[in-house]
T-cell receptor, first 112, second 113 residues
Framework: QKEVEQDPGPLSVPEGAIVSLNCTYSNSAFQYFMWYRQYSRKGPELLMYTYSSGNKEDGRFTAQVDKSSKYISLFIRDSQPSDSATYLCAMSKTGGSYIPTFGRGTSLIVHP | DGGITQSPKYLFRKEGQNVTLSCEQNLNHDAMYWYRQDPGQGLRLIYYSQIVNDFQKGDIAEGYSVSREKKESFPLTVTSAQKNPTAFYLC????????????FGQGTRLTVV
């Protein structure tokens, strides 16, 4: 079993829909949770960063962490065609080297 | 502007040839990483370095080599021993401490011809 599991999709939604992207993980030592957006042939860029459990909101994006279930989510409200990209979750743990562990990424397509 | 610069953007390698991918950062980050990205497989860690003159193998280090002579620079050499080098290569950096995010370069697309 991989440390971080993420459905690769593709996930296709109409413009304006609420999108839910998810990752599960197995290592309870993970404390830092990140979401990256990657456009085709570009490097990933950080979207959201949360520590431990709880919610964090930034504009149309909400990141949610449920450590008891080892489950994290990224919600996108009022999705736009420009949101079409691959979304990668990443996690790192306290102690040691803090090397982030990445999910495979979910491909999102928002069609007009 | 602070960031990570990878060059070249596209690189072509002949069979049996070594090639070197450049990665430079001006973020004053201690830790740097090289990832390989193949379609449907996400990011796989090749090598990482947490301090100058020290580096560690990641999950898929065979056929690759790195050096870290300067804090700002972490070049990756793809050797002829790497049998399937065609991929998208990403360099990243972090401060090396807790509570920080990874910054990525724009990637190098390597193709074997």
């Amino acid at each position: 079993q991989k440390e971080v599991e993420q459905d690769p999709g593709p996930l296709s939604v109409p413009e304006g829909a609420i999108v839910s992207l998810n990752c599960t993980y197995s290592n309870s030592a993970f404390q830092y949770f990140m979401w990256y957006r990657q456009y085709s042939r570009k490097g990933p860029e950080l979207l959201m960063y949360t520590y431990s459990s709880g919610n964090k909101e930034d504009g149309r994006f909400t990141a949610q962490v449920d450590k008891s279930s080892k489950y994290i989510s990224l919600f996108i409200r009022d999705s736009q065609p420009s949101d079409s990209a691959t979304y990668l979750c990443a996690m790192s743990k306290t102690g040691g080297s803090y090397i982030p562990t990445f999910g495979r990424g979910t491909s999102l397509i928002v069609h007009p | 502007d602070g960031g990570i610069t990878q060059s070249p953007k596209y690189l072509f390698r002949k069979e049996g040839q070594n090639v070197t991918l450049s990665c430079e950062q001006n973020l004053n980050h201690d830790a740097m990483y090289w990832y390989r990205q193949d379609p449907g497989q996400g990011l796989r860690l090749i090598y990482y370095s947490q301090i100058v003159n020290d580096f560690q193998k990641g999950d898929i280090a065979e056929g690759y080599s790195v050096s870290r002579e300067k804090k700002e620079s972490f070049p990756l050499t793809v050797t002829s021993a790497q049998k399937n080098p065609t991929a998208f290569y990403l360099c990243a950096s972090t401060s090396g401490q807790a509570n920080t995010e990874a910054f990525f370069g724009q990637g190098t697309r390597l193709t074997v011809v």
